[in-house]
């Protein structure tokens, strides 16, 4: 018979649940259960040892004869809230609960193996993986355990370790898709005929299982053998003849619509079908052929010039108050972001999504340097603002790759700027200038999230603007026009950021991030709401399901476009490409719709715009997934769905096609799309 604090339990109703056992407790003192359940409920609200102290005094009320049985109940109960928690998608409360699980019992395996996928979904793989280790120390035959494990050395490109789990895992549960996984570990420590083993071993299980004949084509090549090599390709694209024609087909449009095609494949459009049929001589030219150089190389930085900066400040507030001359003003305290996690119909969470459910951060403020430096990289992918002295200002500093606030990896003194040997020589600019830009300043997310909020710190921080001579902003695009606009920027103050990449002012003005860059606070979103869609919110274009295409852009454009805008058509789907619309047209666009499925992109930015509950489903290319937007729905509530693309060509393959990542096109599988249709609730 259940406990009825079960209810307040589902239904996250804890103090009421509390306050249900204490008067159960304070009606019958001599039940257990009301204490195990009080207990938990305290657990789960962050307080371990008062739980602790709860249920050991219910624990010297029980009598010896009855220990055993009662323990035994109580532990199911923390199991079963465990396994809900997880299920709901609370992994930082149900790692609470293993954990005081193995306080109480030390030696079931199982809860190490459960304690070990909790800290895995919140992205401490390190502790995951000591979890696992324990799990199977205590149970060899924890297949499941060596599993788990192999999944993250495999994300952590440590092969050696991934062999050794996989192999581990395979002796106990021989599936093929944990064979294929070895084989693939094999190719990347070079060890091709270990890889063609493990291939071997998956197509005879599986014979139509594509990406295995791939890359044990591929497998074959790097050993020279051509013939089997050709069999073997031939075999894939046999088996996935539809991937192949769709494919092809996909090529043609871009080439009949004027299109970009793929960089890895300009010089072979049908490159899938003419691979069954090259001659060694072919392979060989293939293999070997030059990577494309890019269209528009970032200029080159002069040799010699300024000296790099001579150190690093940590926190310009701290520094800031032992300079008199510095006016700092304090706006934003330090926050957090909530997370909740993703839906999906995929195995198990991706990587890209496995953060700890609150995400701190910084205070946000506005400081003025006289005469302080602004220095951005050519290609926008590090600046960095420096002191009269000459020194690095870390938190105003920032440079790709974008971590979490406050990631270690990311502390100033592994700034690239400190490795220099010379800066290009500073452009002295009279006057006072305010800094709006950052990285990627022409990229519109960046543009939406990290540019334009600076502004609203500027105004917030009583500055008066009309003392500022200059905005140093990018202003050459037309979002970037439309939007400052929008600011009453005048042109005639606008310092173009790609002229002035290393600029000295009289007076600096710096606005802090809106928080870190590409993780932004909520109020940034409804700064931007307020911005661009004004009091009259009233959709120009009103559509309630959407589908964004891609099919304009340079890449991560879906391939088999026309037949999921088929499958959707029936559903209420209408296509539209956003760069036809302005900045406000699709802010209106995208706040009158109630469901949206898109490629990722820039144009999901504008997820901002859309009201709480609006079900978003992103569709990612297989080894590009950025969760970025998954962070602006958290903001705003909205109803997150996420699936993956396919790589039918195989591992291999796909990589010689894609060498770039974030460049690589998407298949979607059809079953998969109809799967989250169908979790979204979407009929």
């Known amino acids: 018979m259940s406990h009825p604090a079960l209810a307040y339990l589902t239904s996250h109703q804890y103090e009421e649940g509390a306050a249900f056992c204490e008067q159960a407790i304070a009606e019958v003192p001599d039940n257990p259960a009301d204490y195990w359940y009080l207990g938990l409920i305290r657990l789960l609200r962050g307080d371990a040892a008062e739980a602790q102290a709860i249920w050991f005094s219910a ?20 199991y079963r809230e465990a396994e809900r928690q997880l299920q709901i998608g609370n992994a930082y409360l149900a790692e609470r609960i293993y954990q005081q699980l193995l306080e109480l019992d030390s030696t079931q395996a199982f809860a190490y193996l459960q304690l070990g996928i909790a800290a895995s979904l919140q992205g401490k793989l390190d502790e995951a993986i000591a979890s696992w280790q324990t799990a199977t120390q205590l149970d060899p035959n924890l297949a499941e355990a060596y599993i788990q494990q192999a999944e993250v050395w495999q994300k952590l490109e440590q092969w050696s370790e991934a062999i050794l789990a996989y192999s581990q895992a395979i002796d106990l549960q021989p599936t093929t898709q944990l064979r294929y996984h070895l084989g693939v570990c094999w190719g990347q420590c070079y060890q091709w005929s270990a890889a063609i083993e493990q291939f071997n071993q998956v197509l005879y299980l599986q014979p139509n299982f594509a990406p295995a004949y791939s890359d044990r084509g591929w497998a074959y090549l790097q050993l020279n053998q051509w013939s089997p090599a050709t069999r073997d390709f031939q075999a894939a694209l046999q ?102 996690p993703p839906k ?74 400190l490795q220099r040997t010379t800066l290009p020589p500073a452009q002295p600019i009279p006057g006072t200038v305010a800094v709006l830009a950052g990285l990627t300043n022409d990229m519109y997310f960046h543009w939406l ?181 998954w962070l602006v729905s958290n903001l705003l509530n909205l109803d997150y769905y996420y699936l993956t693309g396919i790589i039918p060509t195989g591992y291999y393959l796909h990589q010689q096609l894609y060498p770039n990542p974030r460049t690589e096109d998407i298949l979607v599988n059809l079953d998969d799309l109809k799967y989250t249709l169908q979790l979204a609730e979407i009929t």
């Open 59 to 78: 624990l010297t009320m029980i009598a010896p004869a009855s220990l055993d049985a009662e323990m035994h109940g109580f532990l199911q109960i923390l």
């Open 449 to 629: 999230f990290d540019v334009l909020p600076r502004f609203d710190l500027l105004l917030r921080s009583g500055i008066d603007l009309d003392q500022i001579d200059y905005f140093l902003v990018s202003s050459h695009l037309p979002f970037q026009q439309e939007t400052l606009e929008l600011l009453n920027i005048p042109p005639s103050k606008i310092l173009e950021t790609n002229q002035n990449l290393h600029i000295q002012a009289d007076n600096l003005v710096v606005p802090s991030y809106p928080s870190s860059p590409a993780w932004m606070p909520e109020r940034v979103c409804h700064w931007l709401q307020n911005l661009v869609l004004g009091v009259d919110r009233t959709a120009q274009k009103k559509c309630d399901r959407l589908y964004i295409t891609r099919q304009q852009a340079s890449n991560r454009r879906v391939i088999n476009e026309l037949e999921i805008i088929e499958y959707l058509q029936p559903f209420g789907f209408q296509s539209v490409a956003l760069e036809s619309l302005s900045v406000q047209e699709q802010a209106h666009l995208l706040a009158s719709t109630k469901v949206v499925i898109s490629a990722h992109g820039s144009g999901l930015t504008n997820f901002t715009f859309c009201q709480p509950g609006t079900k978003v489903i992103e569709i990612f290319s297989p080894n590009f997934v950025y969760p970025c937007y």
């Open 239 to 340: 088996t996935h003849s539809h991937y192949a024609q769709t494919y092809n087909n996909w090529v043609e449009q871009l080439q009949q619509a004027n299109l970009p095609i793929p960089e890895a494949l300009r010089q072979n459009a049908n490159q899938l079908h003419r691979l069954c049929e090259a001659s060694e001589q072919a392979w060989q030219h293939w293999i070997e052929r030059p990577m494309a150089t890019p269209a528009n190389p970032a200029p080159s930085e002069p040799l010699s010039g300024d000296p790099p900066p001579t150190g690093y400040i940590l926190n310009t507030e701290t520094w800031a108050a032992t300079q008199p001359s510095v006016p700092y003003v304090k706006l934003d305290s330090a926050s957090s972001i909530a997370l909740r």
């Open 344 to 417: 999906t119909c995929e195995r198990s969470l991706h990587f890209s999504f496995r953060l700890e459910h609150e995400i701190p951060l910084p205070e946000t403020f506005v400081v003025t340097l006289p005469d302080g430096h602004f220095w951005l990289k050519p290609d926008q992918s590090s600046n960095a603002i420096l002191t009269a002295s000459n020194e690095l200002l870390g938190d105003l500093s920032p440079e790709f790759p974008l971590l979490t606030p406050g990631h270690p990896d990311k502390h100033p003194s592994h700034h690239s700027i």
